[in-house]
């Protein structure tokens, strides 16, 4: 049998003989939010109170898992194995179709994350991971030292750009600022007493 979160809680602190004040309690939130959260009224949004629940009170037992996403919601999974997910298909007999039915997103969409033209948004990669019922890295490939240094070098290169950038705009404001102050002096001795 499948818990949602608040089932999971419940049974968990049964279990290990906890009321719904001492979960309040031990997280900060009043016990009336626990009672709504059991019920299914309500979800935890804090990953981390979330977490922390999870490991107290083992509820990996009712089949929920700590998870390892980024706090980020939005942007793209990086280092997306398009190989396994494109074996997982076959191995399921699942097609773009059924797939991209499922996690809300045209069949096209899946064809690109399998020619690796792009990555999921990290949106649709939970939907896809949760369709599976695996855990968040399933279908993340470990990169090799030397890949990780290659990518860290394109991000200091990116940011490198982005610090180039900001100077520039920064040296360009400036150069308005001087160029305004100079206008004033000017206007100001052209038009001595504030005349236009």
Known sequence: MKFSFGEALKEARKKQDLTQ????????LPQAEISRIELGKRDLNDRKS??????LLEMEDFGIRKNNRPD?????VTNFDRDKFAHVLVKKALSYKDIAEEIGVHPATISTWLRGKHSPKMRSYE?????FDEDFDFL??????????QQMRKKVKKLDKKVSSIEKTVDFLLSQIENRSLYKRLKNKVFPGGKK
Request: hydrophobic share 40%; net charge negative.
């Open 127 to 131: 939907k896809l991971i949760d369709f």
């Open 21 to 28: 004040k001492d979960v309040a309690d031990f997280i900060g």
């Open 72 to 76: 980020k919601p939005g942007g793209f």
């Open 50 to 55: 979330k977490e922390i629940l999870i490991d």
């Open 140 to 149: 993340v490939k470990e990169l090799d030292p030397e890949d990780k240094i």
